[in-house]
């Protein structure tokens, strides 16, 4: 019975996640299969991928075969090279000692290499977020000034207003006064009429 190691789909429409799964080669892809051997999930970022080491070892030792996919997850989890590792330990190319060593110094690297994705995804996380605040602040800061600049008219115009009314009363107290101080051609006729019957009583 042909074997292969190849994902099985699940999850909702839109977001999918899958099993890894050794399955009979004429089962249905989401059929019934022979042992799970891990998930992927491609939904987060890196995407998550759980896979039993020792029993995808043991499948690809008995001549599973795994579909390109597949083939790039167990790469990436570092099935293939502890397969490739435990050839070498049969053919006595390499001890235990030394596959152990090897495929430690390997996954010490991947490792790394993950954590240093994932401390550049928060970064670009970091300057995002820091880049929203800026501009939230640039658009806080023009909403302000406009506000007030709206403001600066209404005020220039109310004291345009009051200096109008300043002009008008003084030119009102002005016209007063000068009305107060100046003797009208009237006054002056009466002041006359009375200056002559004195000066006529003077002369009798």
Do not use: C
Not at 3 to 9: D, E, G, P, S, T
Not at 18 to 32: C, E, L, P, Q, T
Not at 129 to 147: F, G, Q, S
Not at 168 to 175: G, K, P, T
Request: charged share 35%.
């Amino acid at each position: 019975m042909p074997v292969k190691i190849r994902l099985q789909r699940h999850g909702k429409k839109g977001k999918p996640f899958y099993w890894i799964v050794a399955a009979d080669a004429r089962a249905k892809r989401d059929g019934k299969f022979l042992e799970k051997l891990g998930i992927y999930n491609p939904n987060t970022n890196p995407a998550t991928i759980e896979v039993n080491l020792d029993n995808s070892v043991q499948w690809l030792q008995n001549g599973a075969q795994p579909t390109d996919t597949a083939r790039a997850i167990l790469s990436y989890k570092g099935v293939l090279l502890k397969h490739h590792l435990l050839g070498g330990l049969r053919k006595g190319a390499l001890t235990e000692e030394q596959v152990e060593e090897k495929f430690a110094a390997w996954m010490a690297e991947k490792e790394k290499a993950v954590e240093a994705k994932i401390g550049g995804l928060d970064k670009v996380k970091a300057e995002a977020k820091a880049a929203a605040l800026k501009a939230e602040k640039e658009v806080n800061e023009k909403r302000a000034l406009a506000a007030a600049e709206a403001e600066l008219p209404e005020a220039a115009e109310g004291e345009t207003t009051e200096a109008e009314v300043e002009v008008v009363e003084a030119a009102a107290e002005e016209v007063a006064e000068a009305t107060a101080t100046e003797e009208t051609p009237v006054a002056e006729e009466a002041k006359e009429e009375e200056a002559a019957p004195a000066a006529s009583s003077e002369e009798e």
